[in-house]
């Protein structure tokens, strides 16, 4: 009976290595992107960041938390499935935003700008998760990282933004 066991122990393992190496494996290089391509880069920063970014940004925003106040209490997470894709959505365009500002010709730099444009994306892309799943912690989280991200670069890149936030600033 020993040697049975121990039989079944060695086909065991050998198939857990077998299923390891191949899993491991890697599968064929993808394709070359060329290397030569061109962007229309034609919108300006502010351009991206008034029509792209911040519209769809602030929805994010609109769309995730609660609102205490004299009326009562009121959540801003969305209702309905529909309400849920639409902010999927909109998370889809913060992650493409952040490769937009990483393109040739458009980033201000190759070291915190592409950190914040990578950030960016990855804020994106937590809030598509969830909303995928209608993950309303999860989606306000994201939400926090997309601001603090925003902050940060806006900080590093434009401090003069950040006036218009600050108590007692004119508009």
Not at 115 to 126: C, H
Request: charged share 20%; glycine share 6%.
């Amino acid at each position: 009976m020993k040697k049975q066991n121990s039989g079944i122990i060695r086909n065991c393992m050998a198939a857990l290595i077998v299923v390891s190496l191949t899993a491991c494996s890697s599968e064929e290089p993808p394709e070359e992107v060329a290397t030569d391509a061109t962007y229309n880069t034609e919108l300006n920063m502010q351009e991206i960041m008034a029509l792209v970014l911040e519209p769809a940004s602030d929805i994010l925003w609109d769309s995730g938390g609660w609102v205490i106040d004299a009326s009562g209490y009121e959540e801003l997470y969305p209702t309905t499935d529909d309400g849920w894709a639409y902010v999927r959505a909109q998370a889809a365009i913060v992650v493409e935003s952040g490769n937009m500002l990483a393109l040739p010709g458009r980033a201000m730099d190759n070291d915190a700008w592409m950190i914040y444009s990578e950030g960016l994306s990855q804020a994106g892309m937590l809030a598509m998760q969830a909303a995928a799943t209608q993950n309303k912690e999860d989606f306000f989280q994201a939400g926090a990282q997309l601001y603090s991200v925003c902050t940060a670069c806006h900080q590093a890149y434009n401090p003069e933004i950040l006036d218009r936030f600050r108590e007692g600033s004119a508009d």
